[in-house]
């Protein structure tokens, strides 16, 4: 199957999945948005259960040792890069951490050796003012730093980085339900210290009652 695949532009998945616990879920969504719902084709409502973003995020995240700060050992040997504190060393962030991976603003605003890191990563993909974007170039730098990358897709975006690069993912997912119906649900939380709301700077918005 793995040689059959080799000589394929892509492979799609599409599978039917049902919740592991009663038959309600939480959807993407946010406080000011709501659950991302949508018309399919034909007038039938679907909603966006998981996003193409929050999917390469639980994508990334197995790939991550959270409490040692490190790869996982399948991926150890794969380069990347992190971000360390000038002071003392201390691992602060990564390009496996990073929503902008790369292109994060906290390896962008580091220090490589003496060089600025947002100088350092556009030597190493070869911008230049007044030249086209290599791409060969751009795409095997991008595999010598983290590859992972050219998995989940990086955008050059800051202004001072000529040409912009975007490497779109070459994994891509999402989940979707078809026919889907919104929950009425409520929730209650209780405060056993104070059943009331206090003054000033002691009310629901803080926390309390």
Not at 4 to 30: I, K, N
Not at 52 to 77: I, K, Y
């Amino acid at each position: 199957m793995i040689d059959t695949l080799a000589q394929e532009p892509r492979f799609v998945v599409d599978a039917r999945l049902e919740p592991l616990v009663g038959s309600v879920f939480q959807p993407t969504g946010f406080p000011d948005l709501g659950a991302a719902t949508f018309e399919r084709p034909g007038g039938a409502t679907a909603v966006l259960v998981e996003s193409v973003q929050s999917l390469t995020n639980h994508f990334e995240a197995l790939g991550w040792d959270g409490p040692a700060q490190r790869p996982v050992p399948a991926l150890a040997a794969l380069p990347y890069v992190d971000v360390r504190s000038g002071e003392d060393g201390a691992f602060l962030t990564s390009s496996r951490l990073e929503p902008h991976r790369l292109a994060s603003a906290y390896i962008r605003d580091a220090a490589v050796e003496g060089t600025s890191g947002e100088a350092w990563i556009g030597q190493r993909l070869g911008l230049r003012d007044g030249r086209p974007l290599d791409w060969p170039h751009i795409y095997r730098a991008i595999f010598e730093l983290d590859p992972l990358c050219l998995v989940h897709g990086v955008f050059f975006s800051h202004k001072k980085w000529h040409g912009n690069p975007k490497v779109r993912r070459s994994l891509t997912a999402v989940i979707e339900a078809h026919g889907a119906r919104p929950v009425v649900s409520g929730g209650l939380k209780r405060d056993d210290v104070s059943f009331r709301q206090g003054g000033e700077g002691r009310g629901a918005e803080e926390g309390y009652g």
